[in-house]
């Protein structure tokens, strides 16, 4: 039960006082009545408000990179979890943050504990390209990294992020060629630098086309990555010798 009794739930509370509070005074009530009306809007509405609430909220820390939080309210939510559906998405979402932090090892931890054959083709296949992204940059068990990502990819072909995963795959396994041809093709398809997440494609671009022999491309690629925010832009600046955009 602690989602329901952290900042965020004490965040929708307290909306949902002034709200109750304003109604009862707009429509002239007395003041037994005004708390009556409180009361009720908080105990009708608290428990799925905070639940959308913090889903929302969970994105918003883990797109302006206050990964502290989103951990500690992801885990929150995977806690107190009271359904298998709901758990399993709680998993997912501990490895996205996990992965924004850069800590493959408990993002993977929390992918193996999905039972994926149960899933949904959409969530099965998002699983399974996540686990292969996991094991690539782990560097670990790459034969099953690549056949998860292909599986993700072909039964979502359109998915730009599952065409990456492949080529971060490829890259891993020295298929240097390979995986420039699907890193720029999913950067073509889908040219939002922010995903997976901030900077990444144009870094490993960078380190693909380094590998290749392509130092100016490289550099652009870096540019690119260093024009973002998080993790992967300070690692493009360090590489460029500059300091971070």
């Not at 997976?196 to 380190?207: D, K, M, N, W």
């Amino acid at each position: 039960m602690g989602r329901f009794f952290n900042r965020e739930a004490a965040m929708v509370a307290c909306g949902l006082l002034v709200a109750g509070v304003a109604v009862g005074l707009i429509a002239g009530l007395k003041p037994w009545l005004v708390v009556a009306v409180t009361v009720g809007i908080v105990a009708i509405l608290h428990w799925p408000l905070t639940i959308s609430f913090q889903s929302w909220v969970l994105e918003y820390y883990s797109e302006h990179q206050k990964l502290d939080r989103a951990l500690q309210l992801a885990i929150e939510i995977r806690d107190s979890a009271m359904s298998r559906r709901e758990r399993e998405k709680a998993y997912l979402d501990v490895a996205f943050v996990h992965c924004a932090r850069g800590d493959f090892e408990h993002a993977l931890q929390n992918l193996n504990k999905i039972v994926s054959s149960s899933l949904k083709p959409v969530m099965r296949a998002v699983v399974e390209g996540s686990t292969a992204y996991t094991l690539a940059w782990l560097e670990r068990d790459l034969p099953r990294a690549d056949e998860l990502a292909q599986r993700s990819a072909a039964a979502f072909p359109s998915e730009h992020l599952f065409g990456y995963f492949v080529g971060l795959v490829r890259f891993k396994q020295k298929r240097l060629s390979e995986a420039k041809d699907l890193i720029q093709k999913s950067l073509n398809e889908g040219p939002d630098l922010a995903e997976p997440y901030p900077g990444e494609r144009p870094y490993v671009l960078a380190q693909v086309l380094k590998g290749l022999g392509e130092a100016e491309a490289a550099k652009a690629a870096l540019e690119k990555a260093r024009g973002t925010h998080g993790r992967f832009a300070e690692l493009a600046a360090k590489e460029l010798g500059v300091a971070a955009a």
